[in-house]
């Protein structure tokens, strides 16, 4: 199996777990501080406790320790490596204490509806859209495209008067002789 192609925080990290594997102290030293805040924010996550994540923390770093000689760079990236015995860990401690705190994001996702309408409105939407479309379709070509522009594109009366070069007026009659025709259709 080929090695996988490291990052070169990743490769430092590697470099990091090899020697402290053969004893070197210093270098445990700079991959806890390296690696620490990271670790932390994982346990902190699952046990929700600063306490018990700083517990969890130490008892990782040891384990780490203990078996940094194991690593291997062809299973996985080292903090890989390191996450997944500070998550194992973590959740052990919760284990162990009996209680299990529901994620926030199930808490969130169990409270949230669905906004999509339900197939009756869906229904009831859809026949709108082609009673106005239809309607729509029995405007002239100049109410049409005024109501189009100021309702569905959001132009002003001025921006519309400026981009259809009409006057003002013109159209405002536009439009509100389009939606006086609109309400007829519709309303029948």
């Known amino acids: 199996m080929a090695t996988p192609i490291l990052t070169p925080e990743a490769e430092k990290l590697a470099q990091l777990l090899a020697a402290s594997g053969l004893g070197d102290k210093a ?3 700079e991959l806890y501080r390296l690696t620490r805040a990271k670790l932390f924010a994982v ?3 699952i046990v929700r406790e600063r306490h018990l994540a ?3 923390l130490q ?3 040891v384990n780490i320790w203990n078996h940094a000689g194991n690593y291997a760079t062809a299973r996985s990236a080292p903090l890989t490596w390191m996450t997944a015995i500070v998550r194992n860990r973590s959740l052990d401690i919760v284990r162990r204490s009996g209680w299990e705190i529901a994620d926030e994001d199930d ?3 169990s409270t949230l509806e669905d906004e999509r309408p339900q197939p009756p409105d869906a229904l009831a939407e859809r026949r709108n859209a082609h009673n106005i479309q239809r309607c729509m379709d029995e405007l002239d070509a100049e109410q049409r495209q005024s109501i189009a522009l100021a309702f569905f594109h959001g132009l002003s009366h001025s921006e519309l008067a400026d981009h259809m070069r009409k006057p003002l007026g013109t159209v405002k009659t536009h439009i509100r002789r389009g939606l006086m025709r609109l309400k007829d259709c519709l309303d029948h």
């Open 59 to 61: 008892d990782s770093f």
């Open 107 to 109: 808490l969130l996702a």
């Open 43 to 45: 346990s902190l996550r």
């Open 54 to 56: 700083e517990e969890v």
């Open 27 to 29: 270098a445990f030293a």
